[in-house]
């Protein structure tokens, strides 16, 4: 699979999300580590629309993190959020491919299946 696609839709923002993941990952064994928050990138711009709303007072947020475990690399997950609703990704691509035994502790955690989703 070349493409990240969601493989999980959850009905909160990315900030609880965020905290829900935190919350299920973390006694599974796996740490956390936010690389970036578009919250936070769009602090030092004056005038930078969202591309989806063409505002700048959207709820739009994208957090990438990555998740540790037992394997040397970690995991890359993404959360993008709009609308009060979360979209989590993972990253599992030819160029970073995602350890399978970290891959098996997000899906116990989150009660999901990373393989049906071709991931």
Known sequence: MNA????LSVDRPCEETLQWLGNRLTPA??????TFDLHDARLGTQSCP???HGTTDCDCQMIVLLIYGEAAAPVTLMLHSHAGRTWIS???IPAQRADA????AIEGALD???SQEGL
């Open 4 to 7: 990240i696609s969601p493989f």
């Open 29 to 34: 064994g796996l740490r956390l580590l936010q």
């Open 50 to 52: 969202c591309p989806h």
């Open 90 to 92: 993972l990253v599992n």
């Open 101 to 104: 035994s970290i891959r098996a």
């Open 112 to 114: 999901v299946s990373l």
